[in-house]
């Protein structure tokens, strides 16, 4: 009986190349596992029949377009599209003999840090189901962590792959912005999306980065790896210079037990080898939120001007062309997709513009200076990937506010282009906790080694106490 709880995908595939599984027989066990399962998690929004390929499975984040299998983005407002293409990393899944089980659930447009902006439900944790998976991503990572995937792709434009990976305790890489095509993507915030892997090890992790990566000829930011992706082996970090910001290990908000998972991750770090010292980002922490909210809903209200009742998805009853527009979107979008178009439509106006989204871009490049500086000195820097655990359901709906700050950690070096690989570090309240691993551009074998010897020393065990 193949085990998908405890099935890693490493594993999965020796099985299939030793003949000891099929394909067909991987995709049926984790068919089943979401007819069980997901009724009570709500991880997939659409959940394929059939195989197609031969190779492993794999859950694919519902912004993701994938040919004939129905993208929503996790609203109303396309509700029944059925892409005519796949994106460049579904077809290069596909390419590799992957199998798509399903779309899993996401924040509506990306929109979130918690899967309640979905139109179609809240994903669940499956560590405690009345607890939030995170976001937006959160059915990608609930779907790794809950058994119902051996991997999956997110998309992370502010933290939205890291973050739910560290509050349901899987590995997580977004990429260094420009290594994986966005052609086919639902776009969001256009110089900050980046689709990347979720995953139960650091080895399952680069593994998939490794079939998705590289340049696109469809998407003129990407570019090629300067080196090939590199499966981590050694344990040993001798040599490894760790920086540890100030101000994103002691930031007001952390809780006290995400902070001793940290540290006794650093104290680790430490005993493998690493050397390891404090630093400091005051201008990427302080100023980095507010950036942000400036950057995305502006890129997001040009984005999702398209969405408009014309060429796909849903459309008002409405025989004036205007009126058509309006009551579209009115009845389409929810309410994080209406607050962020109207924030961002404000900062690109006229005369606006200079003092809100120009201001932006130009701390934005303090950001990156910022970060670039530390790495003349530190080969990665570490922090918690989430202040807190898993939040109760509707703990923060009512206070945009609040749920931004989930992102507080993952925001800075997002804004700055940087790969950040989130590793489990252990339990606070028996929830998992998430360790930030940030690198320059390009870093990700870095990361990797870092993340692996990490995840062998501490040896967490991914599986939530409650399905053991």
């Known amino acids: 009986m193949i085990d998908t709880l405890r099935l890693t995908a490493e594993e999965a595939n020796r099985l299939l190349e030793a003949g000891e599984v099929s394909g067909a027989e991987l995709f049926a066990a984790y068919r089943a596992a979401i007819d069980d399962r997901d009724p009570e998690l709500h991880c997939y929004l659409h959940v394929c029949d059939e195989p197609s390929g ?3 499975p794999i859950a694919v984040k519902d912004v993701i377009g994938t040919k004939g299998i129905p993208t929503t983005a996790g609203s109303k407002i396309l509700d ?50 009345t607890r939030v998976p995170g976001g937006s991503g959160g059915g990608s990572a609930a779907a790794v962590s809950g058994g119902l995937a051996p991997w999956a792709l997110g998309s992370d434009t502010g933290g939205s792959i890291k973050q739910p990976s560290a509050l349901c305790g899987n590995v997580g890489l977004r990429p260094t912005y420009g290594t994986v095509s966005r052609y086919g993507i639902v776009a969001l915030a256009s110089s900050l999306d980046q689709v990347g892997p979720v995953a139960r090890t650091v080895r399952d992790c680069a593994f998939l980065y490794s079939i998705i990566a590289g340049r696109d000829e469809c998407d003129s930011t990407t570019v090629e790896l300067p080196e090939p992706v590199e499966l981590p082996e050694g344990e040993n970090l001798r040599g490894m210079r760790i920086g540890v910001p100030k101000e994103l290990n002691e930031t007001e908000g952390i809780e006290p037990g995400v902070m001793e998972a940290v540290r006794g991750a650093i104290a680790k770090l430490e005993e493998l080898g690493a050397e390891v010292g404090e630093c400091s980002l005051p201008q990427s922490v302080e100023y980095g939120m507010a950036c942000y909210y400036l950057v995305m809903p502006a890129e997001a209200s040009s984005n999702l001007a398209r969405y408009d009742g014309v060429r796909y998805g849903h459309r008002a009853d409405a025989t004036e062309r205007l009126e058509m527009y309006k009551q579209t979107r009115e009845e389409g979008f929810g309410d994080e997709p209406k607050r962020r178009i109207m924030v961002g439509t404000y900062a690109l106006s006229a005369g606006y513009y200079d003092a809100y989204y120009g201001q932006a871009q130009k701390v934005r490049t303090v950001i990156k200076r910022e970060h670039d500086a530390l790495f003349e000195t530190f080969d990665a ?35 700055a282009g940087l790969p950040g690989l989130s590793v489990p570090c252990g339990l606070s309240e028996g929830l998992p906790v998430g360790l930030q691993l940030i690198g320059p551009q390009f870093a990700e074998n870095t990361l990797f080694r870092i993340g692996h010897a990490l995840e062998r020393a501490i040896d967490f065990d991914p599986v939530p106490e409650r399905l053991r």
């Open 381 to 415: 820097l570490v922090s918690p990937t989430s202040p807190t655990v898993a939040f109760p359901l509707g703990a923060r709906t009512a206070d945009p506010i609040a749920m931004y700050l989930s992102d507080l950690l993952t925001i800075p070096s997002c804004m």
């Open 80 to 129: 029944g599209y059925l892409p005519v293409y796949d994106s460049t990393v579904a077809e290069r899944l596909k390419a590799q003999g992957l199998s798509i089980l399903g779309k899993t659930n996401t924040d509506e447009f990306a929109m979130g840090s918690s899967t309640e902006n979905s139109a179609y439900g809240p994903s669940h944790n499956p560590w405690d189901p």
């Open 54 to 56: 031969d190779g492993l």
